[in-house]
């Protein structure tokens, strides 16, 4: 289901011009953050915005720099480029608290821009995290050895994808900003609460990865649902309704 409205563009002095989608309503603010070289076009982004317009909840979909319809070249973004961009829009577009859903590679930079948001901001300012087979310490856990020598060698690694007609690149500024922004060897100090979905036939992100996520997250209130028979993108009919009801859930507290 695509949105029929183009996009908006956050301008930024000297960083490349992001485009988001944004509607007012209540909060806290339901921000979407893709995977790695996805875009808020997909079929998860634009179901939870539709939702969201429907039932007149805040809700900001974006386009990281270097992708989608965000200015910028994807070699020279790296994960704590893409970090910025979320807390730029966030800063720019949601008032209050923020409830944050990352899909894949977007539940590390989830991760990662809730941390900074509570640093900078308090705790109140997170409301709550959702992740959609969510992959955080990608950089150390989804590459051989072999691939890894070869990032740092050439200063790049190509690889075919089932998921799109271009090949996923990694680059070395990208792989070096993943291993120096690593998360699942310490307590993740987040005490929001937190729900982690993950495909039990998952074949790019291990469910066990949600699992020991769990288990480092400071916050006594996680939940991991594994979907049986769910793939990595979890965008069936059924797996969209799981994640609708999910984000419905902790954006409004039982009172």
Known sequence: MADITPPAYLERPGRPRLAYRHVAGSGPTIVF?????????????TALFAWAAAEGRACLLLDYAGCG?????????????????????????AEGPVLLVGSSLGGWLMLLAALA???RDGPARVAGL????????FTDWG??????????AEGELSEAT???????????????????????????????PVRLLHGQEDGDVPPEISLTLAAALASADVQV????????RLSRESDIA???????RLATPLS
């Open 117 to 119: 948001l509570v640093q």
């Open 69 to 93: 319809s965000s200015e910028g070249l994807f070699a020279e973004q790296s994960l704590l480029d893409w970090r910025g961009d979320i807390l730029d829009l966030i800063d720019a577009k």
């Open 162 to 192: 089932p998921y799109s007609d271009q090949p996923y690149v990694t680059t070395r500024r990208f792989w070096q900003s993943g291993e120096a922004n690593r998360l699942l060897g310490t307590e993740i100090p987040l005490a929001c």
């Open 143 to 152: 590459f051989t050895s072999e691939e890894k020598a070869i990032i740092e």
């Open 33 to 45: 953050l893709p995977g790695y070289m996805s875009d808020m076009e997909g079929g998860k982004a």
């Open 130 to 137: 959702v992740g959609i087979a969510a992959a955080p310490d």
């Open 242 to 248: 799981l994640l609708i009801d999910t984000v419905a």
């Open 225 to 232: 649902t594994l979907v049986k028979g769910g793939d990595h």
